[in-house]
């Protein structure tokens, strides 16, 4: 089986696949659509966050916002699952639900953009997850929709019910971003002591 993948420099993704037969095979996929997320450094959303681990102050406001790398009036963005994971490579065994199916999980979640334009944003706080863990990462479903289409996915916001049979309808994607840290605040205090005794 040849594969191939073509990626640009600040992308990042995750796929899986299963074969069940040995024979000779040909996948070919596409996608219409790219999108980034990255976290800012405040809710002006000037200055992005570049370096990593990004360190953070536990109960700090932290801000992300997924969009299309090519802007487009004709499309929405929705965000439908976001979830914290210590492994960028399971999001099920110890998950911690920002947002489900559209609808808050976590009660610092605030939705700034979602589901009306080609941008989705919001903000949390670096939360107690982060105390039992060495490093957190972020995953995010957002779901993409025809703005023209106001029954669509993204303009139905929180919804309970199984959207699977919607996913046929409209082009989904999953990123994942990370990790976050929390400072250490004992080798904050160490350090500069440290610099002097040398």
């Known amino acids: 089986m040849n594969v191939s993948c073509l990626?640009?420099?600040d992308s990042v993704s995750q796929i899986y696949f299963v074969v069940e037969h040995g024979g000779n095979s040909s996948i070919i996929g596409s996608g219409r659509f790219n999108t980034t997320m990255a976290f800012?450094?405040?809710?002006s959303f000037y200055y992005q966050v570049t370096h990593f681990p990004y360190l953070v102050d536990l109960n700090q406001d932290l801000y992300v916002q997924v969009n299309l790398r090519r802007p487009d009036s004709?499309?929405?963005?929705?965000l439908d699952t976001c979830v914290a994971s210590p492994s960028?490579?399971?999001f099920e065994s110890r998950p911690y639900y920002l947002v489900r199916d559209g609808c808050t999980s976590d009660e610092t979640y605030q939705p700034i953009i979602s589901g009306s334009q080609y941008r989705a944003r919001f903000s949390f706080r670096a939360f107690q997850f982060l105390?039992?863990?060495?490093?957190?990462?972020?995953?995010c479903k957002v779901v993409i929709c025809p703005a023209s289409d106001f029954n669509s996915r993204c303009r139905r916001g929180c919804s309970r019910r199984v959207a699977r049979e919607l996913e046929s309808e409209h082009e989904s994607q999953t990123l994942v971003v990370g990790p976050i840290k929390l400072k250490d605040p004992e080798k904050e205090k160490e350090g500069p002591e440290k610099q002097n005794e040398a």
């Open 7 to 9: 990626m640009e420099s």
């Open 40 to 43: 800012y450094t405040s809710s």
């Open 74 to 78: 004709s499309l929405v963005l929705f």
């Open 88 to 90: 960028p490579f399971d």
């Open 131 to 139: 105390r039992g863990t060495d490093s957190v990462y972020l995953q």
